[in-house]
Each structure stands twice: as C-alpha cells, then as structure tokens.
C-alpha cells in the first residue's frame, strides 16, 4: 500500500485538541512534502498545514498558531497537532504525499468539533 493511512479524529468540545497521525509506507523523506489538508460538508478541499523534505512549514491562515505539523522520519509519520479546536474546524482531514510529480492521498479521518 502506497497510499498514507491517517488515524486520530475523532469528536471533540470546543476549545479541545486532537492529534492526527499520518502513517506512510515507506520513508517520508522520498516524498517532496507531506501535507494535511481537509474536506467541510459543501466546500473544497483546502490545505491546512504542509511541510516539505526540507523541514519547511506552512499554514493556512486559519491554522496559524493552533496547528502544528510535525514528524518523526524513522516512524515514517507525520503529525498535526491540533489545539484551541472549534466547530468551523470540523472536516475530514486527509494526508497528502507529494513526490512531486505527483501524489498520493490518505482516505481521511473525521474531526467533528460541539459547540
């Protein structure tokens, strides 16, 4: 299986924290950058946090001082921290593994943040 497997969500109060894992088959130092991104009922998929081969971050703006994306290279996962969580963070958030040339997308693990 090449595709990541995330694992973590689950249902939260708001103000709350969850962890997210994506689990890659192989080392994800092969891949260019591996990313969360997530999925509203209705909306587009839109990136959440992101961090390349070289340890380089990025956020949406929404995620910004709450999220934090991390890894651990010999686990050959990644992490997104998740805290101060509210309703408008409810999704599904999935891994992406970008080679590059191409990618490759978890099939996602449901956040549903109460009010």
């Known amino acids: 299986q090449v595709e990541p497997v995330e694992s973590g969500g689950g249902l939260v109060q708001r103000g709350g924290s969850l962890r997210l894992s994506c689990a890659a088959s192989?080392?994800?130092?092969?891949?260019?950058?591996m990313g969360w991104y997530r999925q509203a009922p209705g909306k587009q998929r839109e990136l959440v946090a992101r961090?390349?081969?070289?340890?380089?971050?990025n956020y949406a703006g929404s995620a910004k001082g709450r999220f934090t994306i991390s890894r651990d290279n010999a686990k050959k996962t990644v992490y997104l921290q998740m805290n101060s969580l509210n309703p408008e963070d409810t999704a599904v958030y999935y891994c992406?593994?970008?080679?590059?040339?191409?990618?490759?997308w978890g099939q996602g693990t449901q956040v549903t943040v109460s009010s």
């Open positions: 192989e080392s994800i130092l092969k891949f260019y950058a």
């Open positions: 992406n593994a970008d080679l590059g040339n191409g990618d490759y």
């Open positions: 961090i390349t081969r070289g340890g380089s971050t």
